[in-house]
Every structure is written in structure tokens, then in C-alpha cells.
């Protein structure tokens, strides 16, 4: 059995944010920082995280300048605003981007130094401020997790952070935070939280621990995924996603992800790709270059998403998953990256660094099928289309 790795505590139900004053006393924290999206602040979401907090006798200040697919300069400006203020914790509200920040923001705040230097291969175990995460989108699983995103500007790298010290030590899961998104979002990272547990599950690294997790995600996500994207507003589908979203987070964590993310690294970086929908457009294409060297793996993702019967074979129950795939993004209108707007040219011209940074992050490494720089290429290319 491999080391398991989880948040100390949880809160998962609608309505848990309204648990956060007492979740954060009695895990003895304060003076607590929020760090979220002008959206977030734009919208009254962040006004209602601190009156919640205000209300129980908690002042908390706020940074609302959190960025989609965080970078360098703008974790260092986080980074400037919570060290003024003597906080004992660090909160990430929002989307993935903004827990990612608030993971990197806990570390450098207490660490210092670059950044880069955290990048994998590097292991940053030692803990910074503790961080508490609230997602408000099914997707990233990130407040379960312990990896970060960030991306090096100069060099347009989306950098893969690693260890302990990024693992929240308090998630608050309330699938009510999710009601108000649109479909695109609910879409995208719906698609996102669907590749950790096919991930997870088909790791190099899977375990009996996140296998059991990985297999559930998928239960609860598949069926939900098009309801939520008709029926914004269906309450049992919007729980059922957070809820996949949080075991697939919890299921990768303690396994790995593979092939699909490190090929999707390089989309958000160059092309400036939302994640989810980066994996979304690689997720058909790869599991089917993948399946053959896992067949049994794939299949019981089928049978899992209720793609397959229990009883059929396992190389029909891989091509009904594959074919799934597909059709779920028809269904979800998910561009391909020509239809999406990206130059040809450029993306041809930048194919080998692609490759080379797919490559470098590990995750293809974890790929039941392991790749070489001309496989991931020619990926790209059959993606394309």
C-alpha cells in the first residue's frame, strides 16, 4: 500500500461554508487571509465569505487579485500582501487558480526565495502557513491535493509544484458555492475532475486505496455531467459533482495523473487554455493511443461510468469508453484547438517544446503506454483536428 496523503479535516455538504468560523477554531486559526478573483469580489461571493467570518468574530483581510492559471508575478504580489499582515493561515476561495495560489502563497510567505526553485522534481514537504481551501467549481480536486500550478511568465512554463507543504489542511466542500456557474465552466472542469479519476485509476502509481476513490468519482460524475451542463440550477447533480470532484482530487493525489495532464500543461501555457478544457480536448484522443496497454484498467473505467456492461468483454468496453469520450464532447460543444482559434503555424512550430515539457513534468512517465517526444507529437497533431 502506498503513503496516503489527506486534509486534516473536512467539511462536505451544502451549506458547510457557514461551518468555517468553527472548522477554523478548532483548528486553532485567527487571523486568516483570503485570497481569491476580482470576480469573486466583483460578485459578493467573497463579501459573504468574510461577513460568515465576521459574523463569529474573525476580521480577515482579502487579496482579490488571484489570476486564471496563476502566475509568478502575481503569486509574489499575494505573497507581498499576506506577509503584511501577520496571518496564521491562508484561505483560497475560487476556482483551481485560486487555491493553487493560496498553496503557493503558503509556502513562499513563510519559505521565501523563487518560485521556480520549487518546480518538479523538487519536493517542498516542509510546512508553510497552513492552507485552507473552499472551492466554488467541481473540477480541480485541488483542495485535496498536494501539487500546485504555476506559470513562469518569462518562459511561458506551466511549473508543477510538488509536496506536502501544498496539501490543504482544511477543505471546505459546499457543492451550493457551485449553483451560479455557467456552462462552459460546469463543462470544463466537469471534463477536468472526469481525467483525474480515469487518471488515477490507470497510474503506473494507482494503489487499492485511490483505486476505490478513482472508481466512485467516475460513478458519481459520468451520470451528472450533462445534467448539470442542461440544469444548472439540479441541486442532487450539482452535489454529485463536488463530490467526484473532491474523491478524484483525493484519488490523484495519492496516485498520480498521467499522459492527459502533462500534454495539457504546455496548451494552457502557450495558447492560454482554460486547464479543464485543455484536458478535455486531449482526453478521447490519448485514452485511445493508451487503452491497448491497459485494457482491463480502461474497461473498468467503462463499466464504473456505466459505459460498458459488467459482463462484456473488456476490448468492447474500452471501445464504448473511447467513443463515450467523444461523444460527451460533442454533446459539450468542446472545441478542438483549431476550432478553438489557435494558430496552425504556431501550434506545428511549437510542437517539440510541447513535447519537451510534456515530457519533463513526469506525468507521461505515470501513463499506462509510456511516450516518447514523437508520440506526444504525434498526438498533438491527431488532436488538432
Known amino acids: 500500500m502506498a503513503a496516503i496523503f489527506l486534509p486534516r479535516s473536512m467539511r462536505v455538504r451544502g451549506g458547510a461554508l457557514q461551518e468555517l468560523p468553527t472548522a477554523l477554531r478548532q483548528l486553532g486559526y485567527l487571523r486568516p487571509v ?16 468574510l461577513a460568515v467570518l465576521a459574523e463569529a468574530g474573525i476580521e480577515a483581510r482579502s487579496f482579490s487579485g488571484v489570476v486564471p492559471d496563476p502566475t509568478v508575478r502575481a503569486v509574489e504580489e499575494a505573497v507581498a500582501f499576506v506577509r503584511d499582515g501577520h496571518h496564521d493561515c491562508v484561505i483560497g476561495f475560487g476556482g483551481g487558480s485560486s487555491i493553487d495560489t493560496a498553496k503557493a502563497v503558503a509556502v513562499l510567505a513563510v519559505r521565501g526565495g523563487a518560485m521556480q526553485a520549487l518546480k518538479a522534481p523538487h519536493q517542498e514537504d516542509e510546512p508553510g502557513l497552513p492552507i485552507v481551501a473552499i472551492p466554488t467549481t467541481a473540477g480541480t480536486g485541488s483542495e485535496a491535493t498536494r501539487f500546485t500550478v504555476v506559470t513562469d511568465e518569462a518562459t511561458d512554463e506551466k511549473m508543477l509544484c510538488v509536496g506536502l507543504a501544498y496539501l490543504p489542511t482544511l477543505a471546505i466542500v459546499d457543492y451550493e458555492l457551485t449553483l451560479a ?48 451542463c442542461a440544469e444548472p440550477g439540479d441541486r442532487a447533480a450539482r452535489e454529485a459533482m463536488m463530490l467526484g470532484a473532491l474523491q478524484a482530487g483525493m484519488a490523484f493525489s495519492n496516485s498520480s495523473v498521467a499522459l492527459v495532464h502533462g500534454m495539457s500543461r504546455p496548451i494552457g501555457a502557450h495558447f492560454h487554455v482554460a486547464h479543464g478544457l485543455s484536458n478535455a480536448m486531449l482526453l478521447p484522443t490519448v485514452t485511445a493511443w493508451s487503452a491497448p496497454s491497459a485494457p482491463g484498467r480502461y474497461a473498468a473505467c467503462a463499466r464504473a461510468m456505466g459505459v460498458a456492461e459488467a459482463g462484456e468483454d473488456d476490448q468492447v468496453a474500452v471501445a464504448r ?16 484547438p483549431r ?4 494558430d496552425g503555424t504556431r501550434w506545428s512550430q511549437l510542437l517539440p517544446v510541447m513535447a519537451e515539457r510534456a515530457l ?5 512517465g505515470n501513463n499506462p503506454r509510456v511516450p516518447d517526444a514523437a508520440d ?10
Not at 477536468?192 to 479519476?197: G, I, K, S, V
Not at 469508453?321 to 478542438?336: F, G, K, S, W
Not at 476550432?339 to 489557435?342: D, K, V
Not at 506526444?376 to 483536428?385: F, N, T
Open 34 to 49: 483570503v485570497l481569491t478573483d476580482a470576480f469573486m469580489a466583483s460578485s459578493g461571493m467573497l463579501a459573504r465569505v
Open 321 to 336: 469508453l473511447v467513443e463515450a469520450l467523444r461523444q460527451i464532447n460533442r454533446d459539450l460543444d468542446v472545441p478542438t
Open 360 to 364: 519533463a513534468s513526469g506525468s507521461p
Open 376 to 385: 506526444i507529437q504525434a498526438l498533438y497533431r491527431q488532436s488538432w483536428a
Open 181 to 228: 456557474k455557467p456552462l462552459r465552466l460546469s463543462a470544463d472542469t466537469g471534463i477536468d475532475a472526469l481525467t483525474h479519476a480515469i487518471e488515477a485509476y490507470v497510474s503506473a502509481r494507482a494503489n487499492p486505496f485511490s483505486d476505490g476513490l478513482a472508481l466512485a468519482a467516475m460513478g458519481a460524475i459520468w451520470p451528472h455531467l450533462r445534467r448539470v
Open 339 to 342: 476550432s478553438y482559434g489557435i
